[in-house]
């Protein structure tokens, strides 16, 4: 307050000085409190003059109170913040005071300056007025030049916008002009396929629904009627279809051939199939190539390859339909497992948001990315309808232009590796380069299509296009240069093409092998290998026709022996003419239609020309009619009956496939023709005319297959494919295996042999599973016994690999003939067969090779020892005739049995016995055991029994004993003298190789009938392998066949009217004929009806009116063939013959019954014109019985043989009848008795021969031979519902004047009917 007062000027009081010094001092208090007490006090400060205060004042307060420490307002504060404030405001003037003192000069220059400017402004603001005037001015002139700089850019950009739209429409044109011409002709196909769309996709999708399972001819000739009934009801579509062009995507094809799809169209239009069809693909795929393929397309994303048998086989299944991963079933059968069902027809469903589908009992996910494929091995396999219809049946047969081009990559990879390495990278980058292209194009056209207003205006557009355009102008220069070297390299790989092809007919010339016998089975793999073997093995030459001829020929002769290795005996030569056939009709020198005739005979029903010469086969004739209207051939019917001499000459020769045809023939044909005629006129010599036939093409070791080599055969296989012994009668490989072994050191134990049959499976797994681990050999006996075991064989042997398998280890198996064993197993295995010796001498030395005869202790242990080497020679002798007489077929024996060493050693043993235990030697024992026990037993026919004791009691008899006895006429075939071992052998050894039918007790035309058989078993063997697609005079088989059926239908008569004849023929109890009669027409009718109906329907079939069936397809064949239909024969008698002989022979039977019927009984009955022979045979008998009140069980026929001549009367009692065949002798007219049959005259005509009935007890006794009576040569049959033989008829006794052995070892029988 003291600084308040003294800056306010407020005088102090004096008052006394309080600390008693006596002096006045200055005291500001009461000031204060005067101030304080003012009411205007604070307004008073707030006034304050504070710009005058006093200099001395300020003086004071700086000095005095300033600059004391206790003057701080915050020192103040703590004694009263009224102070507080008070000293704040002291100090604050304080402060201001100065700044005052500062800031007031300024503020009068300031104020100085303030003037001045006011001054200044006024005429600053008279330049300012006259400056906006300039301005505007100014910002005119600016707002001009701004208006034209923008309409100069703007011009500019015009300019600018112009040239670029020149240079990108120059570039457009540039780049995409090329293209103009292209676009044209690709616009203008597009509108033609576009309007043909509509057909294009009919047929599409009719070939991928229904055609898969075809071969590519019948796909090709469905195709082209699909087109032709589509243009005929105005569908539009190509003239041309190809499905590869209408569905087809080539970048995508050929990411498939290089998965290793074949080229050919066949195979891409099935790949085309599968990605089209709605249905999952069964492939059919003998040769693996789909199974390779769909395993190298879906490598990629996780393929998992199942078979039915494999015991985790659903669980993998549902795995990969969750997570969408393809799957393969491999080698399914002719069924396929149920649980599939719903997967087959994708009977998926929704269930919580997502898409499921049920398999067994189990409900999963299904994914959309899932695919499935199925393959069989199976050849030719018969899916039922309720299968075919949940799959994609397709056909993935290899077809020979695929084969062709695999097997040329083959042999120029070995030949000349550096063009295939080239060709290969060539194709991947032609693939990937027309894949860049059509991605390119895309772009460019999708660039096109999407850009919005003018195109010139879209840079960025233009840039795509431009550098698209570049970098497929780049492309296409390296595809032009690349196609170029691809041509360059396929004009080099083309001189290797003869050899594909040569290769290629060979592969399938053993394709259809199977038709004839199931083990018969080769894969492609195999195949291939093989080939490559003979590339590699072959000598090299630079001349490339020279190496190809050198390659041709190993290769083949190589295949032959390989193959030959695997065939029974008798299909060897069969095989040979086949390869000779194929590769000769592939060079255009055998023409089908003549093969086929070859084969056949050609089909025919009547034959309007007589035959002109009585020496000279009916059959014969009639084919040589036929061959008349073939080609080359014309003329030869009118020659053959001007030089009938001539033609005698040739007929009657011992060698008429080597002799000169008369009558220029020689010249006019080739020698593939003239086995045509030696067809015709001596069939019986066809196998050698095919022998000399082949060596002539293709050389003597054609001809002569290699002998049975197991060492070689032992080097051809490995640890992982099985060895396959294939039995014939009478082979048993075991004792040739097990001396091998011992060779190789595989004998005891490291050799397990097991005969497989119920219950073996498991132990055979287990000796599998060691003899892998360890590396011994395995032989598994009889797998033919195992049917329910092979699946399992044939797992085990697809898992040996030679990864997990010892290489030592051996799988030796043993089969007959089955169509159970495993496909897979045969066609990976190496097979062979092993057959017993061929001909009479090698069949008795191997005899006196086998245990016991070859152990000296046995041969010469015996008491009676030169009376048991003779008897012992003729055992063996027996034993080899029994054997050998089964190639005469049912002249030698009715049913072929399986005679084997097992019946030899039992019955050398016995007669050692016998010999040993017996002063006299009971021959009769001795035949009794060996006749009716060892051999007998297997014999079933009463007949053949007849006739193996016969042929045993020419060697089981006291004659044999002596030196001078000798076993046929020729006087060269007899027991040796005593001897030692060797003697016998050594004679043995010098026996003839071709042995006379007198050996057997035959007449020389046994010789004829054989070679026949042979003959026939070769044609009807060969034309299981061929197509039916080939036919004769140029006509297809449907022209054939429906030729065929309307000719026999326009012969066919009405049926029997069975009501009309009971009338007229009632039952009556004395005449037995009436009955036979009605039910002999009933049984003709049901024949009569299934031949009309089978032929109605197998036109209306080729006409495509009702479906061509199994059977209705085989009547096809067999009317293709000339054969009797299977449909037929389970209506009808037994008949072997040809279908024109049988249908006028049906014709024939059919007249005779409607004769009886019109006319009354004949006097004569013709024997072989009914159907049950027996019920007529039994009715004549009844006849007599009810006359003369006989039981008719105490009543048998005696038998009279009368003239030829006609009867004008029944007899009183029994029956004339007529129509019997004398088969291995002849009926002397003049003696009445049998006799000899003539040269080449296989039967003869017995003539009327009256069937007596009459007491058992009272037919005469007389010199006769008991001959067998059958309705067909076979002379086997079956016994039927009736227990009569289905073939058997009765026996008769006739006259004869020689002993009955003698006619039973000719085999003579009569015969109800021919087989021509």
Request: aromatic content about 10%; glycine content about 6%; proline content about 6%.
């Amino acid at each position: 307050m003291e600084a308040i007062c003294i800056l306010k000027g407020s005088k102090p009081d004096r008052i006394p000085d309080p600390s008693g010094s006596g002096k006045k001092i200055e005291d500001y208090w009461g000031p204060s409190k005067r101030l304080l007490g003012d009411m205007k006090f604070l307004d008073s400060l707030s006034t304050f003059d504070k710009d005058n205060i006093p200099v001395a004042v300020v003086k004071i307060i700086r000095t005095k109170y300033c600059t004391n420490p206790d003057f701080d307002p915050e020192k103040v504060k703590t004694a009263s913040n009224a102070a507080e404030g008070l000293c704040r405001w002291v100090l604050a003037m304080e402060a201001y005071d100065r700044v005052a003192k500062v800031v007031a000069p300024k503020k009068e220059a300031l104020a100085g300056a303030e003037t001045e400017l006011a001054t200044a402004m006024e005429a600053l603001e008279k330049k300012r007025a006259t400056l906006r005037e300039v301005q505007a001015k100014l910002k005119l002139l600016e707002d001009t030049l701004e208006a034209n700089k923008r309409k100069k850019a703007d011009l500019e950009n015009q300019v600018d916008l112009c040239s670029k739209k020149l240079d990108r429409a120059e570039k457009l044109i540039g780049g995409l002009g090329g293209e103009k011409d292209r676009w044209g002709q690709s616009a203008k196909e597009l509108a033609t396929r576009y309007l043909n769309l509509t057909g294009d996709i009919l047929i599409s999708s009719g070939v991928v629904a229904y055609l898969g399972a075809f071969t590519s001819a019948y796909r090709q000739d469905q195709i082209i009627e699909w087109v032709k009934t589509c243009k005929k009801l105005t569908i539009p579509c190509n003239d041309e279809f190809f499905l590869r062009e209408t569905l087809g995507d080539q970048v995508a094809i050929r990411t498939w051939n290089i998965a290793g799809l074949p080229t050919d169209n066949f195979s891409v239009d099935n790949g085309i199939i599968i990605s089209n069809a709605r249905r999952w693909p069964l492939m059919i795929d003998p040769q693996g190539q789909a199974n390779k393929w769909v395993k190298n397309m879906e490598k990629a994303n996780n393929l998992h390859v199942v078979k039915q048998s494999d015991g985790d086989f659903i669980r993998t299944l549902e795995n990969c339909i969750q997570f969408g991963t393809p799957v393969l079933l491999e080698n399914v059968g002719e069924d396929i497992d149920p649980v599939l069902e719903p997967l087959l027809l994708k009977q998926t469903f929704k269930q919580g948001g997502s898409i499921c589908i049920k398999l067994g009992d189990s409900t999963i996910e299904y994914s959309s990315d899932f695919r499935f494929y199925i393959t069989t091995k199976l050849r030719n396999p018969h899916y039922l309808p309720e299968t075919a219809v949940k799959v994609t049946l397709l056909n993935f047969m290899i077809t020979p232009e695929g084969l062709e081009d695999q097997l040329l990559g083959i042999v120029v990879t070995r030949e000349r590796p550096e063009l295939e390495e080239e060709k290969s990278a060539l194709i991947l980058q032609s693939a990937d380069n027309k894949r860049q292209l059509k991605e390119i194009e895309d772009k460019i056209l999708e660039v096109l299509s999407s850009s919005e207003g003018n195109i010139l205006e879209d840079e960025t557009a233009i840039k795509v296009l431009s550098s698209s355009k570049v970098l497929a102008n780049e492309i296409s220069e390296k595809q032009a240069i690349a196609e170029e070297t691809e041509k360059m390299i396929d004009d080099t790989r083309m001189g290797y093409k003869p050899i594909a092809v040569h290769s290629s007919i060979l592969f399938f010339s053993i394709a259809d092998l199977a038709n004839i016998e199931p083990m018969y089975q080769y894969s492609l793999p195999w195949f291939i290998s093989l080939f490559m073997g003979s590339i590699d093995n072959s000598e090299r030459s630079e001349n490339l026709v020279t190496r190809l001829q050198i390659l041709r020929e190993h290769f083949t002769y190589s295949l032959y022996c390989n193959i030959c290795r695997s065939l029974f005996e008798k299909d060897k030569l069969l095989f040979s003419l086949l390869l000779c056939i194929n590769l000769l009709t592939a060079t255009g020198e055998v023409d089908p239609q003549h093969w086929r005739f070859l084969l056949t005979g050609g089909i025919g029903l009547d034959n309007p020309h007589a035959n002109p010469a009585v020496w000279l086969p009916v059959k014969a004739w009639d084919e040589l009619c036929r061959l008349d209207e073939l080609k080359p051939f014309t003329g030869i019917r009118k020659d053959f009956i001007s030089l009938r001499d001539a033609w005698k000459s040739i007929y009657d020769s011992t060698e008429p496939h080597v002799e000169v045809l008369p009558g220029g023939w020689d010249e006019k044909l080739d020698e593939f023709q003239k086995l045509l005629v030696l067809r015709c006129l001596r069939p019986d010599k066809i196998v050698p005319g095919v022998q000399d036939f082949v060596t002539g093409k293709m050389g003597h070791i054609f001809i002569e297959p290699p002998p049975f080599d197991l060492p070689k055969t032992f080097q051809d296989s490995q640890c992982s494919t099985p060895i396959i012994f294939v039995l014939s009668p009478g082979a048993d490989p075991t004792v040739a295996l097990l001396k091998f072994a011992d060779d190789m050191g595989f004998g005891g134990s490291k050799l397990n042999s097991l005969s497989l049959g119920q219950g073996q499976g498991p132990i055979a797994i287990k000796l599998i599973e060691q003899g892998a681990k360890d590396g011994t050999w395995v032989v598994l006996q009889n797998c033919h016994l195992a049917v329910s075991w092979m699946p399992t064989l044939e797992k085990i042997c697809e898992e040996l690999n030679p990864e997990n398998t010892h290489p030592d280890f051996r799988l030796w198996l043993t089969s007959y003939p089955s169509d159970n064993f495993p496909v897979s197993v045969l066609q990976n295995g190496v097979k062979m067969t092993n057959e017993p010796p061929k001909g009479l001498r090698a069949n008795i030395v191997r005899s006196y090779l086998s245990d016991p005869i070859c152990d000296p202790e046995f041969f010469e242990g015996a008491k009676k020892s030169k009376e048991f080497k003779k008897l012992l020679y003729g055992l063996c002798f027996f034993h080899a005739l029994v054997q050998e007489r089964r190639k005469f077929g049912p002249i030698g024996w009715n049913i072929p049995y399986e005679f084997n060493e097992t019946d030899l050693r039992i019955s050398v043993q016995q007669l050692s016995m016998f010999l040993n235990e017996y002063e006299e030697i009971p021959f009769e024992a001795v035949t009794y055991l060996t006749g009716e026990c060892n051999y007998g037993g297997r014999v079933t026919d009463g007949w053949d029994r007849r006739t193996l004791i016969t042929q045993l009691e020419r060697f089981y008899c006291p004659a044999i004993l002596d030196e001078m006895y000798r076993f046929d006429s020729t006087h060269v075939y007899y027991a040796p003298p005593d001897g030692d071992y060797d003697s016998y052998l050594a004679y043995t050894r010098g026996l003839p190789l071709v042995i006379p039918p007198s050996v057997f007790g035959m007449h020389s035309n046994a010789d004829i009938t054989k070679d026949q058989a042979e003959t026939n078993q070769l044609f009807d063997s060969i034309l299981l392998t061929q197509a039916r697609a080939s036919s004769s005079g140029g006509k297809s088989g449907d022209e054939v066949v429906s030729d065929v059926a309307a000719d026999i239908l326009s012969k066919l008569p009405p049926n029997f009217d069975t009501d009309a004849v009971l009338r007229k023929y009632p039952t009556d109890y004395s005449q037995s004929m009436n009955t036979v009669l009605v039910q002999e027409m009933g049984r003709f009718n049901k024949l009569l009806s299934s031949v009309r109906s089978s032929l109605i329907n197998i036109q209306k079939a080729i006409r495509g009116l009702v479906v061509m069936s199994s059977d209705l397809e085989e009547v096809f064949v067999s009317i293709l063939k000339g054969k009797i239909p299977g449909l037929w024969m389970q209506h009808s008698y037994p008949s072997l013959k040809p279908l024109g002989s049988y249908v006028n022979d049906f014709l024939a039977r059919l007249k005779f019954l409607q004769d009886w019927y019109e006319s009354g009984p004949p006097n004569v009955f013709w024997l072989s014109g009914f159907y049950f022979t027996q019920a007529f045979l039994t009715g004549a008998q009844q006849n007599y019985a009810r006359k003369y009140a006989i039981p008719i069980d105490l009543l048998e026929y005696d038998y009279e043989m009368l003239e030829d001549r006609d009867y004008g009367f029944p007899p009183e009692d029994g029956v004339y009848v007529r129509g019997l065949f004398l088969d291995g002798a002849r009926w002397d007219r003049k003696a009445g008795v049998l006799a000899e049959s003539l040269p080449k005259v296989l039967y003869d005509t017995m003539p009327v021969i009256w069937l007596k009935p009459l007491k058992r007890s009272d037919i005469p006794e007389r010199p006769c031979y008991v001959t067998p009576v059958y309705k067909t040569s076979e002379r086997r049959g079956t016994l039927s519902t009736t227990g009569h033989s289905t073939n058997f008829v009765l026996s008769m006794k006739v006259p004869s004047d020689k002993p009955p052995e003698h006619w039973v070892c000719r085999g003579v029988a009569l015969l109800c009917q021919l087989d021509n």
